[in-house]
C-alpha cells in the first residue's frame, strides 16, 4: 500500500459496478461544487457528459471546417491545374464545372474526416503510452465492467475533502492514483 | 564512321562472348591504338588518355561496344550508290536528316512498278508512286509498297553457296569459267535457263546474246499459268471506257497492272462524279473480286457460264449469228443490264475476258467490241522483242528423259512453282540457281548465287504501259550478293559493271545529258511502244458448249497479298488482311455459303480438295458473294524453304495447277484457327457504308449533334475518304505500316485480336449472303472534335492539337486503354508485348526515322502522318508562308491508285477536302455517336450511267 | 440473450487473440490463403515480365478481368461501412456483433480492388501520374476523366473506411492491453490503443468522431460506386452510356457485399464458436439485407431492360446480345444465380439457417461477378462497328491473377482474426449493459 503522503497524488478514483450509480454520484458531486473531475468507463455511459458538464464541440467544428477547406482545395486544384497546362479534351470547355464536383466531394469527405478524428486525438492528448491512470490499481477494470468516478488533483486539491466526499457515495473501493508511477 | 573503317572488318565472325572477347584481342593488337587514335581522337586524346591503364582499355571497350554495333549497320556499306541520281535533287554531300528520292522500280511478274525510293542517311525507308511515269502517276499497289523491306529480309541469301556449303564467289566465278568453257565446247546443248516473266530488256539483251552464242541452249519461262506480258498484248484503258464488261476477269485486283488499271479508273470515276460520261462496271464471276465489289452491277456465275453470258451479251447488242443457251433470270437481267450498258457506251464500251476462258469466248468478246466499234478503249501493245521463251512445262519432260545437262534458274523457284521438278531435277547433272533466297530450289542446287534485290541494283524495266524504266540503286549491297545482270555476265564472261550494260541496252541515253534526264524522272523517253492498231475481230467462233454445272469448278488465283508464293517472305504482306476475307498469314479453301450449308462445314474446319488426281488439304473459309458451286484457292503459301517467316503458313495448291477431272470436297479431320482481322461482316439495317442511288442523289442532311460549336482553327486538318472510289485494294494499309513503323505480330496474335493496323479496310456485305452486296470502307482515326477517347484518358496523354489532330503522346500514355473502350471505330492499338525492341538490325534499318518506335504498355493510333504535317509545317516556316494545299500528303493518300482519300485543311473552303465535304454524299460514320469525326466518308453511288441509272 | 452472457462473451472475445479457439481451422485456412496469394505473386511476376499481353485482352476488349474484378471487390468492400456506418446512424444495435469484422473485409476487400487498375496499366511503374503531383513535364491528370475520379475515391474510401475502422478498435485494444499477460501481445496492443483510458471526457469527443465519420462515410460509399459506374457510363458504348447506372451500381455492390459478410459471418462463427454472440437473430438480419439490397438490383435489372428498349437500336442490339449473344451465359447466370436463390430468404426460417445463407451468399457473390463481366465484355466485344467485334477469352494468367488476390484478401483476412477482436466487445457490452439493461 502506498503511502500518500510521501506522494503528489493525481486523483482519486471512487470504483462503482454499474454506470447508473456512477452518473449518480457524478450529479452529487458536480452539486457539490468539485469542478475537476472526470470518469473511466468501458464505453460511452449515457448521460455522464451531462453529468460532469462536458460540452466540447471542437471534433464538430474541425470535421466541418476539414469539409469545406477540402471542398475548396480540391476545385481549386482541379480548374488551377487544368489553367496551369490547358489541354484541349473532347472538345469540352477547360473548366468543366460538373466533372470537377466528382472529386471535389471526395476531397470534402477526405478533409472533413481527416480534420475531426485529428482534432479527436489532439484535444485528448492521444497517443500517450505513460499515464499516471495506468498505474491504478483496479482502474484496468474500468476496460471491463467496473466504473470509476475521479477526482482530479489541482492546485487546491485537498485529498481528505476528495476522499471524505467520496466515501459519502460508498462506492466499491476508493484508490488514490499517484502522479508518479511505481511508488 | 567511314567505310575502310578496320573495327567491323577487323573482327572474327563471331557473336556474344566470343565477340567481346574478339574486341579484346583486338585492342591489344599491335597498332590498333594507333588507327584509333585516328578513328576517334576522342577516345586517345579524351579523360581516359590518362596513365591508368587498365582503365582506359575498359573505356575503349565499351566505346568499341558501341562504336562496332553501329559499324554492324553503317560499316556495312548502307550508303547511296555514287552515281545514282535523287529524283528531288537534295544538297549533294548528304546533310543527316535530309530525305532524298532516287527514281527506281520493282518488278512483278517481270512488269516494272516506278516508284520513287525515299533515302535518309543513306538507307532507304520508304516507297512512294513515281508521279512523273504514266504507269504510276504517283500510286502504287501494296506489293509496291512492301518491297522495301524485301530489300531488308534478314533471311536473304548472303553468300553463294556450292552443295549447300558457304564459299566465296571467286570460287563460284571458276565454276561458271569452266561452265563456259563447256558450253563454248559444246554449242550450249544440254543447257537451259529457267526464269520467271523477264520484262527488263538489258536482261533480255543478255540472253539473247546467251542464245545467239549457244544455239543449243533452250530458255525457260515459269509464269505458273499467269500471262507474260512481253508477249505483246491488249493493254485496257478504263479511263476511256465508259461501260466495262468483265467476265471471269479483275483488272482492278492485285497484279502487275493493278496500279495501271486502277488510276485508270479512278480517272474514269471521278469524271463520272464530274458529270463527264458513264462509268459503269458490270462484273460477272465466280468468286467475288475487288473487281466485283466496286461493279455498278455484279453476278455471281461459275466459270462454266460466261460464255454462255457473252453469247447471250453478243446477242443482245445484236452480234448476229450467235447461238445462245438459256439464261436464269438472274443472268438475263444482269446480260439486259450489261448490253444496254454497251450499247449505250457504244464506241466507249470494254469487254474483259478472264484468260482463264477458252479462246473463243476471247474472239466472240472481240465480236462483240468489233460490232460496237469499242476501239478507243485498248491500246495494243506489241512484243518486247524477237525472244519467245519456251513455257517451263515443257522443260519437265526434257529433264526427266536426261536432255537436260545443266539448268540455271535465275530468279525463280520451280521447285516451289512447278510440281514435279523436284524429281526431274534429279537427272540434271549441274543445277545452278541465282536467288534472293536459299530456296526450296536453291537446296537442289549444286550452286546458289545470291542475287542482289533491285533496289541495289542496276536495271531496267518495263512498265505496264509498255514504256521502259530505269532502275537505280538506292543503297549499296551490303550482302555479298550480285545483280541478275552480273550473274549471266559471270556466265557470259562479260565483266562490264551493270550501270554500263544498262547505258548500252539504250543506245538514246547515250549522251550523259539523256541519262541523267531519265535517271531523275524514272523514265527512258521515247520508250513508249507505237501504238499498234487493236487485233483485228476474228469472226465468231462457236462456243464450246457449257460443262454440266452440277460439279463443282475450282478456281486457283495467285494470293492476293503474297502474290505467287515469291513474296511470301515479307511479313508486311503476310499479315496484310486478304481484301474480302480479311484472313492474314495463311490461305484457305474458299467456298460458297451454300455449299457450305449443303456440306455441313464451318469456318475452318479442314477439307481435302480434289481435281482429278490431285489434292491438297486446308481449312475452309465461307465466301459470301461466291458463285454456289465454284471453290476458290490461293496459290503462295506453304512455302517449304527460303523464309522463317514464309515457312509452314498455309498450304500449298500448285499441285491443283492445270489439274484436270471432277473436283471433289470432302471433309477432313480436325480444323484450324484462321487469323482474320474481321469476324463480322454482315451489315444488316447499320449504315456504315451508305449509297445513293444515282449521280444526282443526295444524303439526308445530319442534325446538329453538339451543344458546343464546333472546333475553330487554321489549319484544321481533316481527311475525306470516297467509298464510291475506294476499290479496297490495300495500299494504303501497306503504305500506313511503312511510314509509320507499324509492327507485325504473327497469326496467334492476330487471331486474338490484337493487330496493330493503323488503317484498316473494312468490308461488309448486305443482302442475301449468297448474292449480297459488298463495300468496302477503310477506317484510319477520325480525329474527332469531340473525342471520347480524350475523356477518358487520366493523364492527358490523348488530347486535341491546335489544328486538329488528336494526339497520342507516347511517352504519356500509362495504358489504361479507357481511350480504346470509349472509342465508337475501335481504331486505337495497344502494345500488348514489347513489340520492337527484339527487331533484328536489318528492320531496325528499315523504319521510318521520322516515327517514334512505341514502346511495351503504350496505345498508338493513326496520327494523320503527323511526321509529313509538321516537316510541311517547318518549311512553310522558314519561307514564312500559309502551308499551302495539297503541300501535306499522308501517306494513305500518296499510295491510293484511285485518289480516293483526300487529306487538307478543312478550314479553307476552296481546298480539295472541303469540296468533297461540301458534297451531298459526304457523312459521318457513326453520326449518332455524336464525335463530330474530322475524317467523313462520301457515299457510294450504286448506278454508273451519267444521267441516272435503272440498277439498284 | 442476457447481460450477463454477453458480458462474458464480451471479456471472452478480448481474450480471443491470446486464447485462440480454433487453430487447426486457422492453420488450414491460412495454408489455402497464402498459396493462392503464391500464386498471386507469381501472376504479378509475369505480368510485370512480359507486359498484359499474357491476358485475354484484346481490340475491342481492351478492359477485362481486371477491370471486372476491380469493380467486384469495390463493391464487396462497400457493405462493410453501410453495416457499420448506416446501421450505426439507425440506432441497429445488433450490427455491434458484425460491424467489426464487416469493416475489415472492407478494407481488405478495397485493397484487392485498389490492386487491380495498377496491375492493369500497359506501364503499372507509371500509375503515379494519375496523381497531380508536381513533374518534370509539367502535366497534371486530366480532372474531366472518370478514372481521375475513380483514383480520388477509391483513395478517399480506402482513408476513411481504415480511420473509421481503427477508432472503432483503439476501445477494444485498450482493453485487450489491459488483460494481456504476455508482453508481445501487450505491446502489441498497446501502441495500437495510443494509450486509450475511457476517460469520459474522451469517450465524449470520441463519439462526435465516430458518428460524424459514420454519416460521412455514407454517402462517401454513394459517392465510390457511382464514380465507379461513370467509368462505364461516360463512355459512348451502346450497353454502357446509360443513367440507371449509378444506382444500379451502388444497390448491386451492397448486394453482392451483404452477401459477403453473411458468408464471412457464418464461417466465423462456426470456426470460432460465436453462437453465443451471433445469433440467429443476426443471421435473420443479414438475410433481410441481402433481400432487400437483392430486389433493389433486380429493379435495377428490371430498369436497365426498360431503358434499353427506349434508347434506340444500338442500345437495343447490345441487350439482345447480352440475352441471345455469346455471352449469355453470363447474363442468364447473373440473373439466377443472383435472384433466384434469392427467394429463399422470404422465409425467416431459411434465413435463420448458417447453412442457407451461406449458400445463397455464395449465389450472390458469383452472380455478381457475372454481371461485371456481362458489363464490361458484351459491351465491348461487340460495340458500333460490326467490323471491329471480336471475342474474348480469358487466359490462365487472368484466372490466376484473380484467385491471388482472393488469397490476398483470405490472408489478411485471418491475420486480423488471429490478431485483434473480431468483435467490438465493449459495445457488445454497452449494448448488454445499457440495451440489455433498460
Redesign the interface.
Known amino acids: 500500500m502506498t503511502d500518500p503522503a510521501r506522494h503528489e497524488p493525481f486523483a482519486l478514483l471512487a470504483e462503482f459496478d454499474d454506470p447508473e450509480r456512477l452518473v449518480a454520484a457524478a450529479h452529487a458531486l458536480k452539486e457539490q461544487g468539485w469542478a475537476r473531475l472526470d470518469a473511466f468507463t468501458p464505453f460511452p455511459v449515457k448521460g455522464l457528459d451531462e453529468a460532469l458538464g462536458f460540452a466540447d464541440d471542437r471534433v464538430a467544428k474541425a470535421t466541418f471546417v476539414g469539409g469545406v477547406v477540402g471542398a475548396v482545395t480540391a476545385f481549386a486544384m482541379q480548374a488551377g491545374l487544368s489553367l496551369d497546362y490547358p489541354l484541349w479534351t473532347g472538345g469540352r470547355p477547360l473548366i468543366a464545372v460538373p466533372s470537377f464536383l466528382m472529386i471535389t466531394f471526395e476531397l470534402t469527405v477526405l478533409g472533413a474526416v481527416l480534420a475531426g478524428i485529428g482534432t479527436l486525438l489532439v484535444t485528448s492528448r492521444l497517443p500517450r503510452f505513460n499515464h499516471p491512470a495506468f498505474d491504478a490499481e483496479r482502474l484496468d477494470l474500468s476496460r471491463d465492467d467496473r466504473y470509476f468516478l475521479a477526482i482530479l488533483a489541482g492546485p487546491t486539491f485537498d485529498r481528505d475533502e476528495a476522499g471524505k466526499a467520496l466515501a459519502a457515495l460508498n462506492p466499491r473501493s476508493i484508490t488514490q492514483v499517484p502522479k508518479e508511477p511505481g511508488a | 564512321m567511314s567505310e575502310d573503317t578496320p573495327l567491323p572488318t577487323g573482327l572474327p565472325q563471331a557473336t556474344g562472348q566470343a565477340y567481346w572477347r574478339g574486341l579484346d584481342e583486338l585492342v591489344d593488337e599491335p597498332g590498333f591504338m594507333a588507327t584509333l587514335a585516328e578513328r576517334f581522337p576522342a577516345l586517345a586524346t579524351g579523360p581516359f588518355s590518362g596513365e591508368a591503364g587498365d582503365w582506359r582499355r575498359r573505356d575503349i571497350l565499351k566505346c568499341l561496344g558501341g562504336a562496332v554495333a553501329l559499324a554492324g549497320l553503317d560499316g556495312c556499306e548502307r550508303r547511296p550508290d555514287e552515281e545514282a541520281l535523287p529524283a528531288v535533287v537534295a544538297d549533294e554531300d548528304g546533310t543527316p536528316g535530309v530525305a532524298r528520292f532516287y527514281a527506281t522500280a520493282v518488278e512483278l511478274d517481270g512488269v516494272a512498278q516506278p516508284l520513287l525510293g525515299k533515302t535518309r542517311e543513306g538507307r532507304p525507308v520508304k516507297l512512294e508512286g513515281n508521279p512523273e511515269h504514266p504507269a504510276s502517276l504517283g500510286a502504287t499497289d501494296a506489293f509496291g509498297q512492301a518491297a522495301l523491306l524485301d530489300l531488308y529480309d534478314p533471311d536473304r541469301s548472303a553468300a553463294p553457296l556450292e552443295r549447300g556449303t558457304p564459299t566465296t564467289w571467286a570460287r563460284a566465278e571458276d565454276a561458271l569459267t569452266g561452265l563456259r568453257a563447256a558450253l563454248d565446247a559444246s554449242g550450249g546443248a544440254g543447257f537451259r535457263l529457267l526464269t520467271g516473266p523477264v520484262g527488263s530488256p538489258t536482261l533480255r539483251r543478255q540472253i539473247a546474246g546467251l542464245l545467239a552464242r549457244w544455239p543449243g541452249a533452250r530458255w525457260h519461262l515459269l509464269a505458273s499459268g499467269r500471262t507474260d506480258h512481253t508477249a505483246g498484248g491488249d493493254l485496257p484503258r478504263l479511263d476511256r471506257a465508259e461501260a466495262v464488261v468483265c467476265l471471269d476477269a479483275d483488272p482492278l485486283g492485285p497484279g502487275p497492272w493493278q496500279v495501271w488499271n486502277a488510276t485508270r479508273w479512278g480517272q474514269r470515276r471521278r469524271a463520272f462524279q464530274g458529270g463527264a460520261g458513264s462509268a459503269s462496271l458490270y462484273v460477272a464471276e465466280p468468286s467475288p473480286t475487288i473487281t466485283g465489289v466496286t461493279a455498278t452491277r455484279r453476278l455471281a456465275a461459275a466459270p462454266s457460264r460466261i460464255g454462255v453470258l457473252l453469247a447471250a451479251l453478243a446477242a443482245r447488242v445484236g452480234v448476229a449469228g450467235v447461238a445462245t443457251a438459256p439464261l436464269t433470270s438472274p443472268e438475263r437481267a444482269w446480260v439486259d443490264a450489261a448490253g444496254d450498258g454497251l450499247a449505250k457506251a457504244r464506241g466507249r464500251g470494254l469487254i474483259l475476258v478472264g484468260k482463264d476462258q477458252p479462246a473463243s469466248a476471247q474472239a466472240l468478246a472481240a465480236a462483240i467490241e468489233a460490232h460496237l466499234g469499242n476501239g478507243a478503249t485498248r491500246t495494243a501493245l506489241p512484243p518486247l522483242d524477237a525472244l519467245v521463251p519456251v513455257d517451263a512445262a515443257a522443260l519437265l519432260p526434257d529433264m526427266a528423259a536426261g536432255r537436260v545437262r545443266t539448268l540455271l534458274v535465275l530468279g525463280a523457284n520451280p521447285a516451289y512453282a512447278l510440281p514435279g521438278f523436284a524429281e526431274a531435277a534429279a537427272r540434271v547433272a549441274t543445277r545452278l540457281h541465282a536467288g534472293l533466297h536459299v530456296d526450296e530450289t536453291a537446296q537442289l542446287a549444286h550452286w546458289h548465287l545470291p542475287l542482289a534485290h533491285l533496289l541495289e541494283s542496276w536495271s531496267d524495266g518495263r512498265a505496264a504501259d509498255g514504256s521502259a524504266v530505269p532502275i537505280q540503286p538506292l543503297v549499296r549491297p551490303w550482302l555479298d550478293a550480285r545483280s541478275r545482270h552480273a550473274v549471266l555476265g559471270l556466265l557470259l564472261g562479260d565483266s562490264k559493271d551493270d550501270r554500263t550494260r544498262v547505258r548500252e541496252t539504250w543506245p538514246q541515253l547515250s549522251d550523259d545529258a539523256a541519262w541523267e534526264e531519265a535517271l531523275l524522272k524514272g523514265r527512258i523517253a521515247g520508250s513508249e511502244p507505237a501504238a499498234v492498231s487493236p487485233r483485228p475481230a476474228a469472226a465468231p467462233a462457236p462456243l464450246s458448249p457449257p460443262s454440266p454445272t452440277d460439279g463443282l469448278s475450282l478456281v486457283v488465283r495467285p494470293d492476293p497479298c503474297v502474290w505467287d508464293g515469291s513474296l511470301a517472305g515479307n511479313p508486311w504482306l503476310q499479315e496484310l488482311p486478304k481484301p474480302l476475307t480479311k484472313l492474314t498469314w495463311g490461305n484457305a479453301v474458299h467456298v460458297s455459303p451454300a455449299l457450305a450449308r449443303e456440306q455441313g462445314l464451318k469456318n475452318g474446319d479442314m477439307v481435302r480438295l480434289t481435281a482429278g488426281d490431285r489434292s491438297v488439304t486446308g481449312p475452309v473459309w465461307i465466301l459470301p458473294g461466291q458463285e454456289r458451286h465454284t471453290v476458290l484457292v490461293h496459290l503462295g503459301h506453304g512455302r517449304r524453304a527460303g523464309s522463317k517467316v514464309a515457312q509452314g503458313v498455309g498450304f500449298d495448291v500448285h499441285p491443283l495447277l492445270g489439274a484436270t477431272g471432277p473436283v471433289r470436297l470432302e471433309r477432313a479431320d480436325g480444323s484450324a484457327t484462321l487469323a482474320s482481322t ?6 444488316e ?2 449504315e ?1 457504308v451508305r449509297f445513293v442511288d444515282t449521280l444526282a442523289d443526295t444524303l439526308p442532311p445530319e442534325p446538329a449533334s ?1 451543344f ?1 460549336p464546333p ?1 475553330k482553327s487554321s489549319p484544321a486538318w481533316g481527311m475525306a475518304i470516297d467509298l464510291d472510289l475506294c476499290i479496297g485494294c490495300n495500299a494504303c494499309v501497306v503504305a500506313c505500316v511503312a511510314e509509320n513503323n507499324v509492327p507485325m505480330v504473327g497469326a496467334e ?1 492476330v487471331a ?3 493487330e496493330m493496323h493503323w488503317l ?1 479496310v ?3 456485305y448486305r443482302g442475301d449472303p449468297d448474292d449480297p452486296v459488298h463495300a468496302f ?1 477503310p ?1 484510319p482515326c477520325m480525329h ?5 477517347c ?7 496523354a ?5 489544328d486538329g489532330l488528336n494526339l497520342q503522346v507516347y511517352n ?7 481511350c ?3 472509342c ?3 481504331v ?7 513489340l520492337t525492341s527484339k527487331d533484328p538490325p536489318e528492320l531496325r534499318a528499315a523504319r521510318n526515322p521520322e516515327v517514334t518506335v512505341r514502346s ?4 498508338e493510333k493513326c496520327t494523320y502522318c503527323i511526321q509529313r504535317i509538321s516537316a510541311a509545317r517547318i518549311t512553310a516556316k522558314k519561307e514564312d508562308r500559309a502551308i499551302a494545299e495539297g503541300e501535306v500528303v499522308t501517306a494513305c493518300q500518296a499510295a491510293c491508285p484511285t485518289q480516293a482519300i483526300v487529306f487538307g485543311d478543312v478550314s479553307r473552303p476552296d481546298s480539295a477536302v472541303s469540296t468533297r465535304k461540301a458534297g451531298g454524299r459526304d457523312y459521318d ?2 453520326a ?5 469525326p474530322r475524317t467523313t466518308y462520301q457515299a457510294r453511288i450504286r448506278s454508273g450511267e451519267s444521267h441516272g441509272g435503272e440498277e439498284a | 440473450m442476457t447481460a450477463a452472457s454477453d458480458k462474458r462473451a464480451a471479456q471472452w472475445v478480448l481474450a480471443l487473440p491470446t486464447r485462440f479457439p480454433a487453430p487447426t481451422a486457422w492453420l488450414v485456412s491460412m495454408g489455402v490463403a497464402l498459396s493462392l496469394l503464391a500464386l498471386f505473386l507469381v501472376s504479378v511476376g509475369v505480368l510485370f515480365a512480359q507486359g498484359p499481353g499474357v491476358w485475354g485482352n484484346n481490340i475491342p476488349v481492351g478492359w477485362g478481368f481486371p477491370i471486372i474484378n476491380y469493380v467486384w471487390w469495390l463493391g464487396i468492400g462497400h457493405a462493410g461501412t453501410l453495416i457499420s456506418a448506416m446501421l450505426l446512424l439507425l440506432g441497429q444495435d445488433w450490427r455491434n456483433t458484425l460491424n467489426r469484422f464487416a469493416e475489415a473485409m472492407t478494407l481488405f476487400a478495397v485493397t484487392c480492388a485498389g490492386l487491380y487498375p495498377i496491375l492493369h496499366l500497359g506501364r503499372p511503374w507509371r500509375f503515379y501520374w494519375m496523381a497531380p503531383y508536381v513533374s518534370t513535364m509539367g502535366v497534371w491528370p486530366q480532372f474531366r476523366s472518370p478514372l481521375t475520379w475513380d483514383f480520388f475515391a477509391v483513395l478517399t474510401y480506402l482513408i476513411v473506411s481504415t480511420l473509421f475502422w481503427y477508432i472503432g478498435i483503439i476501445p477494444d485494444l485498450a482493453a485487450a492491453r489491459d488483460r494481456a499477460t504476455r508482453r508481445r501481445w501487450q505491446v502489441l496492443f498497446g501502441l495500437g490503443a495510443l494509450g486509450w483510458r475511457g476517460q469520459a471526457s474522451h469517450w465524449q469527443r470520441w463519439q462526435q468522431a465516430y458518428r460524424l465519420t459514420a454519416a460521412i462515410a455514407v454517402p462517401l460509399v454513394v459517392s465510390v460506386h457511382s464514380e465507379i459506374s461513370l467509368l462505364f457510363a461516360a463512355g459512348p458504348i451502346p450497353g454502357w452510356a446509360s443513367t440507371v447506372f449509378p444506382p444500379y451500381f451502388v444497390l448491386g455492390a451492397a448486394f453482392s457485399g451483404f452477401a459477403v459478410v453473411s458468408m464471412l459471418t457464418v464461417w466465423l462463427r462456426w470456426m470460432l464458436g460465436l453462437h453465443a454472440l451471433v445469433t440467429p437473430r443476426h443471421l435473420d438480419m443479414l438475410g433481410r439485407l441481402t433481400l432487400a439490397t437483392g430486389l433493389m438490383t433486380a429493379y435495377g435489372y428490371v430498369a436497365e431492360v426498360f431503358a434499353a428498349a427506349w434508347a434506340g437500336r444500338h442500345e437495343m442490339a447490345t441487350l439482345t446480345a447480352r440475352v441471345t449473344g455469346p455471352y449469355a451465359w453470363s447474363w442468364w447466370g447473373a440473373v439466377l444465380l443472383n435472384f433466384v436463390p434469392l427467394q429463399l430468404l422470404w422465409s425467416q426460417r431459411a434465413r435463420t439457417r448458417p447453412l442457407v445463407l451461406l449458400l445463397v451468399g455464395a449465389c450472390a457473390t458469383v452472380g455478381m461477378w457475372l454481371e461485371r463481366f456481362m458489363l464490361v465484355v458484351t459491351s465491348l466485344h461487340h460495340d458500333w462497328l460490326a467490323s471491329s467485334a471480336h471475342r474474348y477469352v480469358p487466359t490462365f494468367w487472368d484466372w490466376s491473377l484473380f484467385a491471388g488476390t482472393i488469397g490476398l484478401f483470405l490472408t489478411l483476412f485471418l491475420l486480423f482474426v488471429r490478431l485483434l477482436p473480431v468483435i467490438s466487445a465493449f459495445e457488445v457490452r454497452e449494448e448488454a449493459v445499457e440495451g440489455g439493461g433498460d
Open positions: 474481321q469476324q463480322h461482316f454482315a451489315m439495317e447499320d456504315f453538339s458546343y472546333q496474335q486474338k485480336g490484337r484498316r473494312d468490308r461488309y470502307q477506317v474527332c472534335e469531340d473525342a471520347p480524350e475523356m477518358g484518358c487520366p493523364v492527358n490523348t488530347v486535341h492539337s491546335p504519356r500514355c500509362i495504358g489504361t486503354r479507357t480504346s473502350a470509349y465508337p471505330y475501335k486505337r492499338r495497344f502494345n500488348w508485348f514489347d511495351r504498355g503504350v496505345m460514320l457513326l449518332e455517336a455524336q464525335t463530330r
